[in-house]
């Protein structure tokens, strides 16, 4: 044979001997397309037609942007109002007169049926509380030397401090000495102390509060907005004290001082509903309801009730925001079905000739689909690139904190996956299942 | 028609059974029904033949004739309605469709009318095609098709893509990718339907090369006399039945076209 090869190639060139021994030497294949011949073909084909690639993949991209943007978005809002939340202070009862879960205009929200006595009898059934503080609550007008402000004063005792992790900017909150002796002294919000004396020193000064004056002993550190009136605008004082100068601080039948709230912190959470429920039967008791069910003429409001409906509701609102941005993901999922299919008849005589150099349908099946999965899943990375840009935008912004999870991450490029395979696979079987003669024959 | 076939036995001078080793093809009373509506056309109407390892052979006859479907079936692109095909020992007309598929990849070199290679593909990354679904590996099936392109004289061209090459040069590319699998059989359908006279030429010799010198089966269907004059056998065609069977003198390029001098301008 050597000597015809010579002769077939011996004219040309001079190595024309080996080219031939190469190619009618026996094959030794593994009878499979490699994953990576598969992976190259399916993005040349996608390269060879960049706009249109990309056209059919801004679906994906902006479903799986969307997804991970929103979901994010969701997170750090939830976040941030949990944190806000839990900044009041932890494992937080909140008891208040009156209904106040009836609704706006239905709630007695004037009820001064809540007295100091009641506060006296709750610390007397010695729960396993943190601390328990009464507040009596009214409005005045603080006047310094240079400038007056309104605010809202709360009167109360030295425990409501360590229940609201209030910290010190400077000097000290008022103690139980002073609490019971009803001193004149004040501890000003951190908006209230730099209202009236601006960046000088507070602490010393004297305030006047109807004409009476009082010593500031103390400035809170700022703690910025509650979503409730913010502590930095309040000024706290003995409740003795306001009990004494306020005209409104009486219950209705003009016996006892009323309380506006009282606020207390169970030591464990796991004991939080027992509290209330032995809260809620003295009360009862004490205020001479029935217990044939009528209704309580207070409210215990609890933290963590509060706190898991507030993430019910977010919750809720980032699982149909992100359901809408499915959506698009599957608007995205019927353009890739779309432009799969156009592909399928573009290229048919291709796949005739790859069937007639031996592909079988199988290999034909899986190209078309790697192709189908190439679009969303680059589709879906860009997408989550584009995701992580809006929810660091957003950070920038100081609006809130938006973190992209894990969890969101593996849903949307997961889903993108899945869109794809599940759009590709019909285009992909039309193709494999073409008939090579045909597909040859197409023009 | 199974005179045609006696007439070659009676040629070649001893019966089927003793020398049916030595057979590339054995097709016996192969049938081919399509059925169109309610009307059944017998494209291929019981065709009986043979040919041995190393022949050149035309398959010619008019439009309609079957030497289309014929050529079908001989590619195992298709499957007969009934009769066998015994392709290089193997009974190929009763595989299924994966079993066809790598009786092409291990057997069949295809050639087309229009070439048929991907537009976007280098000529050495079209010729690498049937390796790539035999799954051999890079370097190996790099070393391969460039061997191929350069026994068709294509080596200087290999980075080009089809769109940068005559249609000679395609389809010179196109031998070289049927060669790539080192197939027994090379199966050229009008293979100079869409070339000028010189050019045609130039891929007869390459054609004939390959068959004289490395004694590869080259089966043809064409409808041009002067094509077919290259073979040294041919069979002709008509209504879906074989009606000739002529031994020739194959017909010897003139011209002093050198497959690498060609390529090398």
């Known amino acids: 044979m050597a000597t015809n090869i010579a002769t077939l190639e011996g004219r040309g060139t001079t190595k024309s001997a080996s080219s031939a021994d190469i190619v009618f030497a026996p094959l030794q294949g593994s009878g499979s397309v490699s994953w990576s011949e598969i992976a190259r073909t399916a993005f040349d084909s996608l390269l060879a037609n960049r706009v249109r690639s990309f056209l059919t993949m801004l679906g994906v991209i902006i479903g799986v942007a969307s997804v991970v943007a929103l979901m994010a978005l969701g997170d ?6 949990t944190s806000q939340i839990q900044s009041i202070g932890t494992n937080l009862l909140f008891i208040a007169p009156g209904q106040l879960n009836r609704g706006p205009g239905s709630g007695n929200i004037a009820a001064q049926n ?3 006595d009641d506060y006296e009898a709750i610390v007397a059934l010695k729960l396993p509380l943190n601390g328990v503080a009464p507040v009596a609550q009214t409005g005045g007008t603080l006047v310094a030397a240079a400038a007056d402000k309104q605010v809202s004063i709360v009167g109360t005792t030295p425990s409501y401090a360590p229940l609201h992790s209030f910290e010190m900017a400077a000097g000290t909150f008022f103690d139980e000495v002073q609490a019971r002796d009803g001193t004149a002294v004040v501890v000003l919000g951190a908006n209230v102390a730099k209202d009236l004396f601006g960046s000088g020193q507070a602490v010393g ?3 006047r509060l109807n004409g009476q004056p009082l010593r500031v002993i103390g400035v809170l550190k700022a703690k910025g907005g509650g979503g409730f009136g913010s502590v930095d605008d309040n000024a706290f004082m003995p409740i003795k004290y306001a009990q004494q100068r306020f005209a409104n601080m009486r219950t209705a039948d003009g016996n006892k001082y009323r309380v506006s709230s009282i606020t207390l912190s169970v030591t464990n959470a796991q004991d939080i509903e027992g509290v209330q429920g032995r809260i809620s039967a003295l009360l009862r008791d004490r205020h001479g309801l029935d217990s044939d069910g009528s209704e309580d003429d207070f409210t215990i409001l609890s933290q963590a009730a509060f706190l898991s409906t507030l993430n019910t509701i977010t919750g809720l609102l980032t699982a149909f925001l992100a359901a809408v941005a499915g959506i698009s993901l599957l608007v995205g999922g019927i353009g890739i079905m779309n432009i799969m299919l156009v592909s399928v008849t573009e290229r048919t005589r291709e796949i005739g000739l790859r069937k007639a150099v031996g592909a079988r349908s199988r290999d034909i099946l899986l190209q078309f689909l790697v192709e189908a999965v190439a679009l969303s899943l680059t589709g879906g990375l860009l997408g989550l690139a584009l995701g992580f840009m809006v929810a660091t935008l957003v950070t920038l912004s100081g609006v809130l904190t938006a973190s992209v999870s894990l969890f969101s991450v593996s849903l949307a490029v997961g889903f993108a996956v899945i ?15 073409l008939n090579p003669i045909d597909a040859l024959r197409y023009e | 028609m199974a005179s045609a076939v006696n007439r070659w036995h009676d040629a070649i ?6 020398i049916s080793e030595n057979f590339m093809i054995t097709v016996t009373d192969l049938k081919k029904t399509y059925h169109m509506g ?8 019981g065709v009986s033949f043979e040919i041995k390892k190393g022949e050149f052979v035309a398959i010619m006859g008019p439009s309609g004739s079957g030497k289309s479907t014929l050529m079908n079936l001989i590619g195992c692109l298709d499957t007969p309605t009934s009769g066998t095909y015994v392709l290089d020992g193997d009974m190929v007309s009763q595989l299924d469709d994966v079993e066809l598929a790598a009786a092409r990849a291990a057997k069949l070199g295809f050639i087309f009318q229009q070439y048929n290679l991907l537009p976007r593909q280098t000529a050495l990354r079209n010729v690498e095609l049937p390796l790539i679904y035999r799954g051999i590996s890079g370097a190996e099936r790099h070393r391969r098709a460039a061997a191929a392109l350069e026994i068709v004289g294509m080596k200087e061209r290999t980075d080009h893509k089809p769109n940068e090459l005559s249609g000679g040069q395609q389809q010179r590319v196109a031998i070289a990718r049927a060669l790539s699998g080192s197939p027994s059989v090379i199966l050229a359908d009008e293979p100079t339907g869409a070339l000028d006279t010189k050019t045609s030429a130039e891929i007869m010799d390459i054609l004939q090369r390959l068959n004289r010198e490395q004694g590869l089966t080259v089966v043809l269907v064409t409808h041009e006399y002067d094509v077919a004059a290259y073979a040294g056998r041919v069979l002709t065609m008509r209504d879906g039945e074989l ?6 003198t194959p017909r010897m390029t003139t011209q002093v076209v050198t497959m690498a001098g060609v390529a090398g301008k």
């Open chain 2, 38 to 45: 309610d009307i059944e056309v017998n494209a291929l109407n």
């Open chain 1, 76 to 81: 750090g809002a939830s976040q941030s109002i």
């Open chain 1, 114 to 116: 809540l007295s100091l």
């Open chain 2, 243 to 248: 009606v000739g069977d002529e031994k020739q």
């Open chain 2, 13 to 18: 001078g001893y019966p089927l059974q003793t």
């Open chain 1, 205 to 207: 000064q004297t305030v």
């Open chain 1, 419 to 433: 869109v794809g395979l599940f759009f590709g696979i019909y285009p992909a079987q039309r193709a494999a299942k």
